[in-house]
């Protein structure tokens, strides 16, 4: 602090006043809660955006649900809204249909009340925002400032997409290589529509229900058609209509929005970017937020905190897109120089994430601890995350660090 | 002296900063060229706040913009090159000119001031855009003339409208959003200027008190829907 000159000082009073001058009206107003905006969410919930909605759930209470993420504190990203959704209750099925198209060999429509008379099943899976850590990128890409609570652990509940195709006797083309999700444009809401790879169709599921209560109308319900494994805005909420397709769709949302650079048929996962720089993304030199990066997030001790020593409990949670099993979650106290291994909760491939923790012997005083973790395909996670730096910010998966006090 | 503005003074200028930051939390935007015209096109479809809050290099407004074309925003080249004259000199990576009025009193609003945050979406004199965006010319001055409008009208600027509404045999689906973050005085301001479209010989002006006890009820949009559904209009 003592090292700011002058004219940075005078910099920064600068831009203080001028912001004042900007926003100055008002400040103190109150500024609607997520409770006002979305009936049932929690009113700490930090609202982003009003319209469309866009709320992220404030660190410490994500962590205090470790298990699953109820729904009055999971995040929302609305790209869209549908006038009368704004709430966590359910949302009626009367009458909703849902249009499959596309390259199969008999299109047909259903209502979305017949499915539930169908065997269910059940998925528990990390549902992500693609942009959850993007006010850590430096300099701060464009789009919504998530801290980390965009970001939640559901169980969805409802009907195997492949299953359904099955019993209804129909099938996807070899030509089609995507599935193309609509969401519904009732009370004249703007489109929105999403591709993902044909290998999405293995666990795709027609979800109604989030932790065993009618799927919240703000989170897609009666119907959202849920991905296991790929980044929230794959999940299509309120779908009307799904087509199987050759291509990508080209809409805003497919492209040059939520996506990365990459080399293409290479396996880098992202062509690292100049911080600052433009990208003239196109559907070759670019890839989908699909697959959830692998991550892992410290729950204890939080930032700041104080804690009784010398053994202090650390733990937290760790994710992938499910392919493959996570297989290690290592923590270090002295900035990488020495992981320690953390235990891991549960074993195998799954979409949910999967709780660790450790024991670490520290001396009174200030520490700060990074959590990293590993799959079994070598994936693991970059010390310095902003090497992955994009103009919109997406895919956050640096190392997390934690500060905080030994009594 | 000198310790002092050692200590001091950065950090004056962090609290003078963080205290801009909370401005910035109600997300308005910096006086300047072009402001309306951002409010107009931009508020149509999303928060201002997804733009207010940016700081962003011209080149990458100028991609920004692309994409809202690519989303149904229609711009003629002109507005275009105002819009992105606004958002580089005043959303930039560097910190915007010095605001034209630094008097210790800024002047006082007036209601038509405040009106630019509506005239996007309801236009300039308040004739509306169907399908989406009702008119207030006629409308208000019908609300305010039936029991229960007038209280209905200052809760919807507050808290904002969801659902399909019907005004003359036509049917207006767009998403009103509330203005809380306006002040009291703000709001009050508004629906008065509204009132000079057209009011009951009684109307009796809005006053920030008002506003403020309205605050206290927090209601949602849908529910200020039913209560415009109780209404008698004509």
């Known amino acids: 602090m003592q090292n700011l000159n002058r004219r940075t000082t005078l910099k920064l009073m600068g831009m203080g006043a001028a912001l004042l001058a900007a926003g100055g009206r008002g400040w103190a107003q109150q500024a609607p809660t997520a409770d006002q905006l979305v009936k049932g969410k929690h009113p700490k919930l930090i609202v982003l955006s009003q319209r469309p909605v866009v709320m992220e759930t404030p660190y410490d209470l994500l962590v205090s649900q470790p298990e699953k993420t109820p729904k009055e504190i999971l995040f929302i990203r609305n790209n869209v809204d549908l006038p009368g ?52 990128y430096d300099p701060r890409p464009s789009g919504n400032p998530w801290q980390r609570g965009g970001v939640g652990n559901v169980t969805f509940r409802g009907v195997r997409l492949k299953d359904f195709l099955a019993a209804k006797g129909v099938k996807p083309s070899e030509k089609a290589l995507f599935i193309t999700a609509h969401a519904s444009r009732q009370g004249n809401a703007p489109e929105f529509v999403r591709s993902v790879p044909i290998h999405a169709l293995e666990h795709a599921l027609l979800a109604l229900s989030m932790n065993g209560e009618p799927l919240p109308a703000v989170h897609g319900g009666p119907v959202r058609l849920v991905f296991p494994g790929y980044f929230g805005v794959n999940n299509v909420k309120w779908v009307e209509k799904i087509e199987f397709t050759e291509g990508e769709n080209t809409t805003a949302e497919q492209v040059p929005r939520y996506r990365v ?20 993304y196109n559907l070759q030199n670019s890839r989908p937020n699909w697959l959830v990066t692998l991550n892992s997030l410290i729950f204890a001790p939080l930032e700041g905190q104080t804690v009784e020593g010398p053994y202090v409990r650390v733990e937290g949670v760790a994710f992938n897109d499910g392919i ?39 001396r009174p005083g200030q520490h700060e601890i990074m959590a990293r973790a590993w799959d079994a395909a070598g994936r693991s996670q970059p010390l310095d995350g902003n090497i992955a730096w994009n103009e919109r910010g997406y895919e956050y998966s640096g190392v997390m660090r934690v500060k905080f006090t030994v009594a | 002296m000198r310790r002092l503005e050692k200590g001091f003074l950065p950090w004056m200028a962090l609290a003078l900063g963080l205290l801009g930051y909370l401005a910035f939390g109600q997300y308005t935007l910096p006086e300047g060229p072009g402001k309306d015209l951002v409010l107009g096109k931009c508020q149509t479809c999303h928060d201002i706040g997804f733009v207010a809050r940016e700081r962003l290099s011209r080149d990458r407004w100028d991609g920004i913009i692309d994409e809202m074309v690519l989303r149904g925003l229609k711009l003629t080249s002109e507005e275009r090159g105002a819009i992105l004259d606004y958002l580089a000199t005043y959303l930039g990576t560097e910190p915007p000119p010095a605001p034209p009025q630094v008097q210790a009193s800024p002047a006082p609003k007036t209601g038509a001031q405040v009106y630019t945050n509506c005239a996007g979406c309801h236009g300039p004199q308040g004739e509306g855009n169907p399908p989406n965006f009702p008119p207030l010319k006629g409308h208000v001055a019908s609300l305010l003339g039936a029991e229960g409008g007038r209280s209905y009208l200052l809760l919807a600027v507050l808290y904002g409208v969801q659902g399909t509404i019907r005004i003359g045999g036509k049917e207006y689906g767009g998403l009103m959003p509330g203005f809380s973050w306006l002040s009291d005085e703000e709001i009050a301001l508004v629906l008065n200027h509204l009132a000079e479209w057209g009011a009951p010989k009684d109307f009796k002006a809005y006053t920030p008190d008002e506003v403020k006890a309205a605050r206290a009820k927090g209601l949602t949009p849908e529910e200020v829907l039913k209560l415009r559904q109780g209404l008698k209009l004509p």
């Open chain 1, 261 to 280: 650079p990459v080399i293409p048929n290479t396996h880098l996962p992202f062509l690292p970017q100049e911080p600052g720089q433009r990208y003239p």
């Open chain 1, 85 to 136: 959704y704004n709430t966590v209750e359910g949302a009626s099925a009367q009458g909703w249909k849902v249009e499959i198209g596309g390259l199969v060999d008999k299109p047909f429509s259903f209502e979305v009340s017949e499915l539930f008379a169908l065997p269910q099943a059940e998925v528990t899976m990390v549902l992500q925002c693609s942009g959850n850590g993007r006010t850590l």
């Open chain 1, 324 to 362: 493959v099993p996570i297989v290690s979650v290592e923590v270090s106290t002295n900035g990488g120089r020495t992981w320690h291994q953390a235990q891991l909760a549960t074993q195998g491939k799954t979409f949910a994430w999967v709780r660790w923790r450790a024991t670490l012997y520290l």
